[in-house]
Nanobody, 121 residues
Framework: QVQLVESGGGLVQAGGSLRLSCAAS????????MGWDRQAPGKERELVAI???????KYADSVKGRFTISRGNAQNTVYLQMNSLKLEDTADYYC???????????????WGQGTQVTVSS
């Protein structure tokens, strides 16, 4: 079992910055990919950014050039640096991890509880 705990959300003015953090804990697994999803009020959940174990990254077009995803040295943490925030970035942000259990084949998805980001004008 893997637990993901996010932190760093809050209220920020448009044009400002926030940094989200997520730490994975548990045992008996190796992390393949970590990332962030978000869900704005009344909208479907969408991928924001992911980072693989090799450091390869992928971003939603709406955040390219403004958001940067990175992983900590321990590889069980992931960060999302959000700059030049816009009103439309307001959403609940969820940490994501795709892991490979050590006791069985395949891979398993996990999500954190979410952290709220509100961008005001």
């Amino acid at each position: 079992q893997v637990q993901l705990v996010e932190s760093g959300g809050g209220l920020v003015q448009a044009g400002g910055s926030l940094r989200l953090s997520c730490a994975a804990s548990g045992s008996g697994y190796s992390i393949i990919t970590m990332g962030w999803d978000r869900q704005a009020p009344g909208k479907e959940r969408e991928l924001v950014a992911i980072i693989g174990s090799s450091g390869s990254t992928k971003y939603a077009d709406s955040v390219k050039g403004r958001f940067t995803i990175s992983r900590g040295n321990a590889q069980n943490t992931v960060y999302l640096q959000m700059n030049s925030l816009k009103l439309e970035d307001t959403a609940d942000y969820y940490c994501y991890a795709l892991v490979r259990p050590s006791d069985r084949p395949g891979a398993v998805d996990y999500w954190g509880q979410g952290t709220q980001v509100t961008v005001s004008s």
